[in-house]
């Protein structure tokens, strides 16, 4: 059965229809509904337009949406609750239900927040990190240009010019001329001498000098350039005769200019004006003008306040710096007469005696002394020893019994009198002086001042009064301090005198030091060193003798006396000094090893073998054994060094030395097999020794097995983290293979294990391109400010851009560092060969054999090779730094 077909299908949908409007659905406008695009003039589609007429309804909305656009949105209307609009749930009450839900929602977001809070600060910092390294700041940009301008002189800064417009006036304003008149005397005398120039050209009086016109007037340019009027016609060359002439013609021009054509009377002679201008000497480097002003600025303080001092003495010295020495005798002598004792409170005792120094010190000899004793007249209480200085010994006694009577409180007064005695060779009265002086000012309430009389003592040190800055040092060193602080105290006190370069206060304060702590071995070492560093050699041994007597059992004072003889050439000296240390210390290693080392390096070895036997059998140590092992290889014995080393190794298996002298036997046997299994037999019983794993690796590499030295060396990292050693070895040896992109990889690996390692980052420093080492060398020292290494590399870079005096003066810093560091002494020699002079040289080299370097890379390579075993500081010194290459 067909059914009919409704009416309404296939019909367009009548205007405003929304499908499913009364079921809640709500409209959308879909591509078809709004069409092409369309121009601006096409005609509008009014199929959805809302309907032409307005009702009263439409105006009240229109209305409501007015009042919605002008919502008030000021900060005084926003609640934090509601916001601008207000609750969209306003019509209820807010009611305490609410509240708590409110604040359990807070509460929850709270602890979210603080769950995600170490996360989302990392992810933002990361992120902040990230765009700076893509994104530099200009600053960053520029702040290894901005680290340069350290290295710019101040003559530098003074020649950058001035910012402008660098054209000349003339190119900054073409209508620019400037006419200078000549006078008419000018071409008067060029007329009579038959030449026919009637125009002078601007451009000859540019620097101040006039030249000779050119002819073709002011706007005819000159030809090829030259300066005209000063060549020869026809030659193109410069005539010396007019350019004298030209000179004389400016002169005359100068002089015309400073005469007087008023009265007719020349101010200027110009005959004799060159030679009044040689006969005034200038006696001051200022200018006139300032003199005169400086003159009035004094005269006018004089005379405002005539009892103010510093006046006085400052309006001498300017008439003595303008070479009017009677003026400032006069002017002085007035000012003592102003102010010849403190009168007024504003003026102060030491000015007024600054006064009467000045006028002695502007008088002759005679006069001066006069002046003084006027001076002692005024001032009862001072300049007493102004007056004791200028007279003679039997005066000047008198004058300080004197000035002891007036100022019984000055301490100056007695060290004076000390200094006058020892001056006169009356040793033996300092001590008493020193003394009375201690005892006079106590009982006249004056408290001993420690630091005020040690500082006397340094300054009568200075001036080479040693008695009586020791007799101050004996008297005053006790005072005021603590019985159980008095050996740190004073240890204290004698490192601030060398400091200040006081050698004999500090000699005083050691011994008195060592009479109230006789069996103090530390004391006598520090003494001792003093002695060494900054006495003599005899001085020293007598030290040394009083202090193995007071501490037999100290090895180390000993060896030191041992020593001293040793290296003066008398060698039978040292050996009684051992024979005796034998005695005292019976089975003492160190002694038995510089018995040996004795013997040895005086060639006399059946007696160090037989010295070594000795030790074998009473005090058998692996040091011991490892110099038995070692005396036998450097004399050629290999079977017998063989033979004790195996020995050696039965009792003591976990010493690494032995195992390294071993395996370097066999490798000196070009046995690589035996040094190989040499090395891994210690590396199993010393797994954390790092010289042996490095000779290993060097083996292996040696032989061509490079990714078995890799191999090794990755497995001392792994037995042996955070070792710089050994992450400098993995990247040198990549270097060495021409792996220079993994050994950067594996620097900084390193760097992030090791961030404070200084050998790491000197050799990261080169491993850079050169523009960059500087950079780098700065980034070194943040981490590494005081390392050696890095000091060494930044005095190399120095080196190696030319820079002598600050690569001496780093030199100098990583020695005074590390005096232990044998390759920075070789640098700094090879440095002096180069671009120092023989003083110099030599001074490096003395400084070296003092510190008796031990360590250091490169001179190990070479003091421990068995060549050189008999060599001495200063030869090894000269080996190294030969070996040493330029080029960084």
Request: net charge neutral; glycine share 6%.
């Given at each position: 059965?067909?059914k009919k077909?409704?009416?309404f299908l296939?019909?367009p ?15 959308f ?5 709004i ?5 601006a003039?096409d ?11 307005r009702?009263?309804g439409?105006q009240m ?26 609750s969209?749930?306003s019509?209820?009450?807010y ?11 807070a509460?929850l ?13 990392q ?10 390294m893509?994104?530099p ?23 950058i010019p ?5 054209r ?20 008067a005398?060029h ?14 009086t540019?620097?101040g000098?006039?030249?000779?016109p050119?002819?073709g007037?002011l706007?005819?340019?000159?030809p ?6 000063l ?10 005769r007019k ?14 200019q400073?005469?007087?054509?008023v ?9 004799g ?10 006696t ?6 300032d003199i ?15 009892h ?10 300017l ?8 003026v400032a ?12 004792k403190?009168?007024?409170?504003f ?17 002759p ?17 001072s ?16 004058v300080l ?14 060290i004076?009198?000390?200094k ?5 060779g ?5 001590e ?15 408290e ?13 040190d ?10 101050i040092m ?7 301090i ?10 204290e006190d ?10 004999e ?11 109230v ?6 004391v006598?070492l520090r ?13 020293l041994?007598a030290?040394?003798q009083?202090?193995v ?5 100290a ?5 030191m ?8 050439g008398?060698?039978?000296?040292a050996?009684?000094i ?19 080392k ?9 007696r160090?073998?037989r010295?070594?036997?000795?030790a074998?059998?009473?005090a ?6 490892m ?5 036998e ?5 290999i ?6 080393c ?7 298996e976990?010493?690494?030395?032995l ?5 370097q036997i066999?490798e000196?046997?070009e046995?690589?097999?035996k040094a ?6 210690g590396?199993?019983?010393?797994p954390h020794?790092?010289p ?12 061509g ?11 001392s990292?792994?037995?042996n ?5 050994l992450?400098l ?10 792996l220079?992109?993994?050994a ?14 200084g050998?790491l ?8 391109a050169?523009p960059?080492?500087?950079?780098k ?5 943040k ?16 080196w ?10 780093w ?6 560092i ?10 700094f ?12 040289q ?11 370097p031990r360590?250091?890379e490169?001179w ?12 001495k500081?200063?030869?090894i ?10 080029t960084?």
């Amino acid at each position: 059965m067909n059914k009919k077909k409704k009416p309404f299908l296939g019909m367009p949908a009548p205007l405003g229809y929304v499908p499913g409007l009364g079921r809640g659905a709500t409209g959308f406008t879909t591509r078809s509904d709004i069409g092409p695009a369309r121009d601006a003039n096409d005609p509008v589609d009014d199929r959805h337009a809302p309907p032409g007429k307005r009702t009263v309804g439409d105006q009240m909305k229109k209305n409501q949406t007015a009042d919605d656009d002008d919502e008030d949105l000021n900060d005084t209307n926003y609640d934090e609750f509601n916001g601008y609009a207000g609750s969209l749930f306003s019509s209820g009450p807010y009611e305490k239900d609410d509240e708590e839900a409110d604040a359990i929602y807070a509460a929850l977001d709270k602890r979210m927040d603080e769950r995600r809070k170490e996360r989302r600060e990392q992810r933002e910092k990361e992120e902040i990190e990230k765009y700076r390294m893509e994104r530099p700041k200009i600053q960053q940009q520029f702040s290894d240009l901005k680290r340069k301008l350290a290295e710019v002189t101040e003559e530098e800064w003074l020649s950058i010019p001035e910012v402008g417009d660098a054209r000349n006036k003339r190119q900054r304003n073409p209508r620019y001329e400037k006419l200078t008149p000549v006078p008419d005397s000018f071409f008067a005398k060029h007329l009579q001498s038959g030449e026919n120039h009637t125009s002078v050209d601007p451009r000859q009086t540019q620097f101040g000098g006039l030249n000779t016109p050119y002819p073709g007037g002011l706007n005819t340019p000159y030809p090829g350039g030259m300066t005209p009027g000063l060549m020869t016609p026809g030659t193109g060359e410069l005539d010396m005769r007019k350019i004298g002439q030209a000179r004389n013609t400016l002169m005359d021009m100068r002089l015309s200019q400073v005469s007087d054509s008023v009265s007719g009377q020349t101010v200027v002679d110009p005959k004799g004006y060159l030679t009044d201008l040689n006969s005034m000497i200038p006696t001051h480097g200022g200018d006139i003008n300032d003199i005169k002003k400086a003159r009035l600025l004094l005269k006018s303080v004089r005379e405002t306040n005539p009892h103010h001092p510093p006046a006085w003495i400052a309006s001498a010295r300017l008439e003595e710096v303008t070479g009017k020495l009677q003026v400032a005798r006069n002017l002085i002598m007035k000012g003592t007469e102003m102010c010849p004792k403190v009168r007024i409170p504003f003026v102060l005792k030491e000015q007024s005696e600054d006064v009467w120094l000045e006028a002695a010190r502007l008088q002759p000899g005679d006069t001066a002394k006069a002046v003084v004793a006027q001076a002692v007249r005024h001032l009862p209480q001072s300049l007493w020893l102004a007056l004791a200085r200028l007279e003679t010994y039997e005066n000047a006694r008198k004058v300080l019994n004197k000035a002891r009577e007036n100022i019984p409180t000055d301490r100056h007064i007695w060290i004076t009198a000390a200094k006058l005695e020892e001056a006169n060779g009356n040793t033996q009265m300092v001590e008493k002086i020193i003394d009375r002086a201690i005892t006079s000012l106590r009982a006249n309430g004056v408290e001993i001042n420690r630091e005020q009389w040690i500082q006397d003592a340094e300054e009568c040190d200075k001036a080479g009064s040693v008695a009586t800055c020791q007799a101050i040092m004996r008297a005053v060193i006790g005072i005021g301090i603590e019985e159980e602080d008095r050996k740190h105290t004073w240890m204290e006190d004698a490192d601030s005198c060398v400091a200040h370069n006081a050698l004999e206060c500090a000699r005083a304060i050691y011994a008195y030091a060592l009479q109230v702590f006789p069996s103090k071995k530390s004391v006598w070492l520090r003494a001792a060193y003093f002695e060494k560093n900054h006495g003599t050699r005899e001085s020293l041994e007598a030290l040394l003798q009083r202090a193995v007597a007071h501490c037999p059992k100290a090895e180390v004072l000993w060896l030191m006396g041992a020593k001293s003889k040793w290296l003066a050439g008398d060698v039978p000296a040292a050996r009684s000094i051992l024979a005796l240390a034998f005695q005292a210390n019976p089975n003492s290693e160190e002694i038995w090893l510089a018995a040996v080392k004795l013997e040895s390096e005086n060639n006399e070895y059946e007696r160090a073998r037989r010295l070594l036997a000795k030790a074998r059998s009473s005090a058998p140590t692996a040091r011991v054994f490892m110099k038995s092992v070692k005396l036998e290889w450097v004399l050629g014995n290999i079977a017998a060094a063989q033979e004790l080393c195996e020995e050696a190794l039965k009792h003591y298996e976990d010493f690494p030395k032995l195992w390294m002298m071993k395996g370097q036997i066999e490798e000196q046997k070009e046995l690589a097999e035996k040094a190989r299994e040499a090395y891994n037999q210690g590396l199993k019983k010393c797994p954390h020794s790092i010289p042996l794993w490095l000779l290993l690796s060097r083996l292996e590499e040696k032989v061509g097995q490079l990714t078995r030295a890799r191999a090794i060396l990755e497995k001392s990292r792994l037995k042996n983290p955070k070792n710089p050693d050994l992450w400098l070895e993995s990247v040198r040896l990549e270097y060495r293979a021409g792996l220079k992109n993994i050994a950067n990889t594996l620097m900084a690996k390193a760097l992030q294990e090791c961030p404070n390692s200084g050998i790491l980052w000197s050799e990261a420093i080169f491993l850079e391109a050169r523009p960059q080492r500087k950079t780098k060398s700065v980034d070194a020292l943040k981490k590494c400010e005081h390392d050696p290494h890095v000091l060494l590399t930044v005095a190399k870079l120095f080196w190696s851009e030319r820079k002598i005096t600050k690569a001496r003066e780093w030199f100098h810093r990583t020695v005074k560092i590390d005096s232990d560091l044998g390759d920075a002494w070789a640098f700094f020699y090879k440095f002096e060969l180069q671009h120092g002079t023989e003083e110099q040289q030599q001074e490096v080299k003395k400084r070296c054999e003092n510190a008796e370097p031990r360590h250091g890379e490169l001179w190990c390579d070479v003091s421990k090779d068995i060549a050189n075993w008999q060599k001495k500081i200063g030869e090894i010194l000269v080996l190294v730094a030969a070996k040493l290459k330029n080029t960084f």
